[in-house]
């Protein structure tokens, strides 16, 4: 495996049309807003559980590549942390029983197993002390929520149902309209990125890690269709690379030269009604640019 050795710092958009991209359990599964401005909200969270999904299915089986926060839904697996952290011991030759933990020689032992096994935990970080303890892991890469260019408004739709399902209730007390489901007409959302060569060292997080990060966020939303989510697409991804492993010059700055500009009338309802560009010019020195969509 190839050592990571650059800071680099990216932004990430992607688009959904007619779909609820993350919503809230604590408005009814409302797609997440900025109250004060409307502006639409995905979590680092869920876009995290959509590069997992995605290594989950494209790596299954590989050595290294084996994802700790599991998806029930994708793997049909029940994964339970602790299991997990006492079976990465055993393979150390270490063996705890459920209530054991592990002594404090034996923790970065233990820490370094479980970066090796999980993709995700060199990637994103783990906290591993829950049980067996196997210290905390902080991840080479670390991403923003994102947020939409422009404002969004939630449209609601009633479902019907045209079918009954139980025999002891009347047929006319089952069909009918018996939920609702909330959506977002069209938003382009702008998520930030960092990932610390730093690190990346401490994880074991490596050059093939990072081509295979790139190759989720372009293709994650093809694994993880749903009626609810609607189209989501990958649009754009801007990387900016770094000749250092501190880097050589301020994150913030950089996002500054990537401007996203609506040029159509109106509410905008595909990504063909925005433009991005890139300002390319006078680059700070050690620091290049590239689009990988």
């Known amino acids: 495996m190839s050592e990571l050795k650059n800071r680099i710092d990216f932004v990430y958009i992607f688009d959904v049309q007619d779909g609820n991209p993350n919503g809230d359990p604590d408005a009814g599964n409302l797609p997440r807003v900025d109250a004060e401005t409307g502006m639409g909200l995905v979590t680092d969270v869920c876009l995290k559980r959509k590069v997992r999904n995605y290594i989950q299915v494209s790596m299954a089986g590989i050595d290294g590549n084996d994802i700790l926060v599991k998806s029930k839904e994708i793997s049909g697996e029940e994964v339970?942390?602790?299991?997990?952290?006492?079976?990465?011991?055993?393979?150390?030759?270490?063996?705890?029983?459920?209530?054991?933990?592990?002594k404090p020689e034996q923790v970065e032992s233990g820490r370094k197993r479980m970066c090796e096994k999980f993709y995700d935990v060199r990637t994103f970080g783990a906290v591993l002390s829950t049980g067996p303890n196997a210290g905390q892991v902080r991840g080479a890469v670390q991403i923003t929520f994102a947020r939409s260019v422009d404002s969004v408004v939630s449209s609601e739709h009633a479902l019907t149902v045209c079918a009954?399902?139980?025999?002891?209730?009347?047929?006319?007390?089952?069909?009918?309209?018996?939920?609702?489901?909330?959506?977002?007409?069209?938003?382009?959302?702008?998520?930030h990125g960092f990932i610390s060569a730093n690190l990346a060292k401490q994880t074991g997080f490596s050059e093939e890690d990072l081509e295979l990060f790139w190759e989720a966020l372009k293709n994650m939303f093809d694994v993880d269709r749903s009626a609810a989510r609607g189209l989501m697409s990958a649009q754009k991804l801007i990387v900016f690379k770094h000749d250092s492993v501190l880097?050589?010059?301020p994150a913030n700055k950089l996002f500054e030269r990537v401007k996203v500009e609506k040029v159509s009338d109106g509410a905008p309802r595909q990504f063909a009604d925005y433009q991005v560009s890139i300002d390319k010019d006078n680059l700070p020195t050690g620091v290049t640019v590239e689009e990988l969509i």
């Open 164 to 191: 009954a399902r139980d025999e002891d209730k009347t047929y006319d007390s089952q069909v009918g309209i018996q939920g609702r489901k909330a959506t977002v007409p069209y938003g382009l959302y702008v998520c």
């Open 80 to 102: 339970f942390i602790n299991k997990e952290i006492r079976n990465a011991y055993g393979d150390l030759g270490i063996q705890l029983k459920v209530k054991d933990k592990a």
């Open 247 to 249: 880097g050589n010059a």
